[in-house]
């Protein structure tokens, strides 16, 4: 495995103010996620773990610390730098697939594609291929509300895909499914890892499923206490 690092945060905290409150959710995470790498991490409800993926994303400011992406501090530069970075860069998969119910998945895998300029020849030719990689090659005019939870999620991970991002970051992608469809899920996540060379970083709550990757962090109260 390469040792390039893709995504890194050194002493990163956060607060947020509740009222008079100030709640301390990070307390300085030091985390480095190398090129190819799959990386768990598990903790308990409100030990920050999504938290910590949002400001990985740059989707939120750190009180204190640093986020650098693919080589750059993103918070030193512009916010404008900072989506064009994530865009290119990395990949996101949530709980709730988010795909758009009015247009078909064929039409929400390439939609990242044709903002990023492409024909709609080459987006659609492009999602079509993933679509079929990832198992739904038969469904792609399908909206998203004609799949099962699991085909949405597949068609979550071709999306979080599709710009070919160096990191997926995902925060509980098989939370809402069966342990069955679970297991296919990651089995497809930790495929597609080897083919294209993809690190992934996944908050799950499942044990078994965690220890699949090559590494499993432990939260605690804002903090990693083991990375294993
Ligand atoms: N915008 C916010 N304002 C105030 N407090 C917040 C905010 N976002 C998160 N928190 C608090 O930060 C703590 C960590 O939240 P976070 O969502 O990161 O936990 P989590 O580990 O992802 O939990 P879960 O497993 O339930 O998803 C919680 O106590 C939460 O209430
Ligand atoms: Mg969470």
């Known amino acids: 495995m390469s040792d390039t690092i893709i995504l890194q945060c050194q002493q990163l905290t956060k607060h947020f103010q509740q009222g008079d409150l100030d709640v301390e ?7 480095s996620i190398n090129a190819g790498e799959c990386v768990a991490i598990m903790g308990a409800s409100g030990s920050g773990k999504s938290t910590l993926l949002h400001l ?8 204190q610390g640093k986020v650098i992406l693919d080589g750059e501090n993103i918070n030193k530069i512009s916010a404008s730098r900072v989506s ?18 009015e247009f078909s998945i064929l039409e929400n895998v390439a939609m990242s594609v044709l903002i990023g300029g492409a024909s709609v020849k080459v987006a659609i030719e492009k999602a079509s291929k993933l679509l079929d990689r990832v198992g739904l090659g038969h469904r792609i005019q399908h909206k998203p509300g004609e ?4 085909e949405r999620q597949r068609a979550a991970v071709a ?16 939370g809402n499914l069966d342990s069955k ?5 990651y089995q497809l996540m ?19 499923l965690a220890h699949r990757m090559d590494r499993v962090l432990q939260m605690e109260d804002g903090m990693i206490v083991t990375d294993d």
Do not use: M, W
Not at 25 to 31: A, I, P
Not at 147 to 150: D, F, K, N, Y
Not at 181 to 185: H, V
């Open 25 to 31: 959710v990070l307390k300085g995470v030091d985390l």
């Open 56 to 63: 990985l994303g740059g989707l939120e400011k750190p009180t």
């Open 84 to 101: 064009q970075l994530r865009n290119q860069s990395l990949g996101f998969i949530y709980q709730f697939h988010h795909l758009l119910g």
């Open 147 to 150: 799949l099962s939870g699991g």
């Open 159 to 174: 999306r979080a895909l599709i710009n070919r991002p160096k990191c997926i970051l995902a925060d509980e992608p098989t």
């Open 181 to 185: 469809t679970a297991e296919q899920i």
């Open 190 to 208: 930790l495929e597609l890892n080897q083919e294209l060379h993809v690190s992934f970083l996944v908050v799950t709550h499942n044990q078994s």
